[in-house]
């Protein structure tokens, strides 16, 4: 049984939302879950599968370099009662098979929970092929498919382990690098459609999800040193969307700000956009993203700094907003 | 094959043929798949006469045999032998492609009415079975996993991954059945992506392969008995699109199409087995 301790949860943060995923969590999903199956795309060893497969052999099946063919045979498995887990870097999973993923999981609701690694820009120079910016996007169009974005490795195994007792397919997007900033330093509640309110002092309020959380995290320890107060949300969940949450920002901020490493369009900002229109917005959303252009690529840092997605960046914009309210 | 089943299969065959055609005479103006749904009547009679497990009465039975329909086109022959069989009564036969009716175009996944898999995206049904298949195989199943596509349907590279897979992984559970009727949408395949031999294909893959003629229910049966150990099978079933009816067979315009009342009665004349119509 995993223990959230706070030593457990530095441990995870070592080995980044991927490796807490394939190296941590999925041994708890074994023994819960006689009918496990994880299958990847000829990436085990890189997401950190490589013990799993050593001691779990009869659950694992490595596809080959067949993205497709590794989702329609998910949801095969999944329709004869496994528990299905398909993996590798979401831009493969979520591009290369995106019909297949609206196919079986959306319109058949096959119970596949896919796994994509390495959204987002954190691939640095393997460059644009293989960052991931429109996968919220496109999977969000998708009827019937729950999205899931953690903010660090330790939300990462809440995430294992609530898909797993979760009924219906499951997009689960891992973002950052190994050595995951903590966003959490002790155990807290997590369930599927609910979001976290980390800090809940201030008339501003920060929608953010994946490895956004941290650096918007850090961009309101900046900008409270300048007397200005943020909330800050968690929205670990991007389908279905926390609407209770939402409407409540709406009523008591006089700025909202979403933050994602995923294109401003379509994703997590599109997604509260959305719904604040329906609901008729009170305040302003400023959304804060990658950019819709591909561009010469450079290492994680270089990439999000590119985009300004960097803590004193996101602080910066956040301040420049406010004035012109 | 005895005597006897084939002679019971053919009739069979016949009688799936006559119902299809009132089906798509049914659909009025709509038309329906006409030419891909009559190149399969023989390979559904055969697998639904004798070769099958299924039982209408405990549909969800996990040591059912499964019968999955990748070129979901096929559901004038489909439907056709899943009322035949019990899983889709007469009455309800008679809503195809109505609007709200769950007999569909393409048929969708529904276990209480025999349909394993919703078809309609071809390359879909493949690599599903591939995980069917080895799920079956994981838990010890006694089932075995056919799977009907098309000529055309192999163009889409999915169904290459999943017959790599299917011998990856030995599945002697799994038979892949090919609707090879020499025709797609634009025209002959062969002059639209000619694939050469699917028999060699198939073999350099790992397949035990049958090439047979796939209106003929005894060469058929045979082949789908005749099951390899440690290795998928692959049938080429080599079929004539709109088979049955003089002015359908080999031709591409039948692949979708609307019948009028003089093409029906003439197509009903043709058959050998003449029931009484009655249509509304």
Known sequence: MLEFTSVNLRTWAKLGQRGAFFGVAVFELAQKYPNLMILTADLGYLSGLERFMNQHPDKFLNIGIAEQNMIGVSAGLADEGNLVYATTYATFITMRSCEQVRHYLGYMQSNVRIVGSGAGLVMGFSGNTHYTIEDISMIRAIPNITILSPADATESVKVALASAAHNGPVYIRLTGELSNPMVYKEDYAFEIGKAVTIKDTGDITIFATGSMVYNALKATELLEQKNIHCRLVNIHTIKPIDLKCIAQANQHSKLMVSVEEHNKMGGLGATIAEELTSMGAKAPLLRLGIDDTFRHVGDYKYNLEQNGLLPEQIAKSIEKRILSI | ?280
Request: aromatic letters at 8%; charged letters at 20%.
């Open chain 2, 1 to 280: 094959m005895e005597k006897s089943l084939e002679l019971s299969t053919i009739g069979l065959a016949n009688k799936l043929r006559v119902n299809s055609l009132e089906m798509a005479y049914g659909t009025g103006n709509n038309g329906s798949h006409l030419g891909g749904g009559l190149s399969t009547i023989e390979i559904f009679a055969t697998l639904y006469g004798s070769l099958v497990k299924y039982n209408t009465q405990d549909a969800f039975n996990p040591d059912r045999d499964r019968v999955i329909v990748s070129k979901g086109h096929c559901v004038l022959a489909y439907y056709s032998a899943l009322n035949y069989v019990g899983f889709i009564s007469g009455e309800e036969l008679k809503t195809f492609e109505v609007n709200g009716s769950f007999l569909h175009g393409h048929a969708t996944r529904d276990l209480s009415r025999g349909i394993e898999f919703s078809g309609g995206s071809l390359g879909m049904g493949l690599p599903y079975a591939v995980g069917v298949a080895i799920a079956g195989k994981k838990r010890n199943r006694n089932y075995h996993v056919y799977v009907i596509v098309g000529d055309g349907e192999c163009n889409e590279g999915s169904v290459w991954e999943s017959f790599m897979s299917a011998s990856h992984n030995q599945l002697d559970n799994f038979t892949v059945i090919i609707d090879d009727n020499k025709l797609q949408y634009d025209g002959e395949s062969e002059k639209v992506l000619n694939l050469g031999s699917l028999q060699n294909k198939l073999e350099a893959f790992g397949f035990s392969t049958h090439n047979i003629d796939g209106h003929n229910v005894a060469q058929l049966y045979d082949a789908l008995t005749k099951k390899a150990q440690g290795k998928p099978n692959a049938i080429i079933a080599n079929t004539v699109k709109g088979k049955g009816v003089s002015f359908m067979e080999h031709k591409k315009e039948w692949h979708h199409s609307r019948l009028t009342q003089e093409q029906f009665d003439l197509a009903i004349s043709e058959q050998p087995v003449i029931k009484t119509i009655s249509h509304a």
